[in-house]
């Protein structure tokens, strides 16, 4: 019997401000939230959601997991999410085809060109 995957979990230190930008960026919806978790899901019976849970460590090194977002028009996208807060980043990626962009609180995450 294999396993279905309902969530990923996101330490933060300011859940809730956390999981309201990317329920923007991701167009999902706040499902649940409370002091020690918010979750956000595209639709509230829709798997898997973001969890977010309150952490008092900030980030210090890459992530070993991240969200890779795959927009119709990129630069549109990146453009977007730095505008809501986004800032882009440097992690030795060199030249690829995708931009790597970091959240308010510092996770990575891509965000990939158009399948072409």
């Known amino acids: ?24 960026a991701l ?4 499902v649940h939230e409370a002091p020690d978790e918010v979750e956000i899901r595209r639709a509230p019976d829709q798997l898997p959601g973001l969890i977010f849970v309150p ?3 900030s980030k210090q090194l890459k992530n070993r ?5 795959r ?11 730095v505008d809501m ?6 992690i030795d990626q060199g030249d690829v085809t995708w931009m ?3 959240d308010p609180e510092g996770n ?8 072409g």
């Not at 019997?1 to 401000?17: F, I, K, T």
């Not at 927009?71 to 999410?81: C, G, H, I, K, N």
């Open 27 to 30: 167009g999902y919806q706040i």
């Open 1 to 24: 019997m294999a396993s279905q995957w309902e969530n990923l979990v996101v330490d933060a230190h300011d859940p809730a401000r956390l999981a309201r930008w990317w329920a923007q």
């Open 65 to 69: 997991l991240h969200i890779d977002l």
């Open 100 to 102: 790597v962009l970091a």
């Open 55 to 57: 952490v008092p460590e």
């Open 71 to 81: 927009p119709t028009d990129q630069a549109a996208e990146v453009e977007r999410l």
């Open 85 to 90: 807060g986004a800032r882009r980043v440097d």
């Open 108 to 115: 990575e995450f891509c965000v990939l060109s158009g399948r």
